[in-house]
Nanobody
Framework: QVQLVESGGGLVQAGGSLRLSCAAS????????MGWFRQAPGKEREFVAG????????VYADSVKDRFTISRDNAKNTVYLQMNSLKPEDTAVYYC?????????????????WGQGTQVTVSS
């Protein structure tokens, strides 16, 4: 059973940056796609970014395109989310997730393992 542990969240002013990390257990990390999702209070969990097994292909939600960058280091079993030009509307709990196939998608139900989440708060 894979375990995913997010870190790097915190409080930042609008326009600032944060880098989230997600460390995965297990020896099959490099075979599977990974994604980042977020959930704001009173809202459904939404897709943010996804990356395929090798890191060569990425996909983003329109709301974060050109501001956020997803990447992965398969040697370290870690996926990252670099968040720049943060806005108050980016405030949410951010979750990483694994899809047990090679290609990332934006559908929440395609992911079968989730971390516990890390809080990101952007002040105006």
């Amino acid at each position: 059973q894979v375990q995913l542990v997010e870190s790097g969240g915190g409080l930042v002013q609008a326009g600032g940056s944060l880098r989230l990390s997600c460390a995965a257990s297990g020896r099959t990390f490099g075979s599977y796609a990974m994604g980042w999702f977020r959930q704001a209070p009173g809202k459904e969990r939404e897709f943010v970014a996804g990356i395929n097994w090798s890191g060569a292909s990425t996909v983003y939600a329109d709301s974060v395109k050109d501001r956020f960058t997803i990447s992965r280091d398969n040697a370290k079993n870690t996926v990252y989310l670099q968040m720049n030009s943060l806005k108050p509307e980016d405030t949410a709990v951010y979750y990483c997730a694994r899809r047990k196939l090679a290609r990332a998608t934006f559908r929440r139900d395609d992911y079968d393992a989730w971390g516990q989440g890390t809080q990101v708060t952007v002040s105006s």
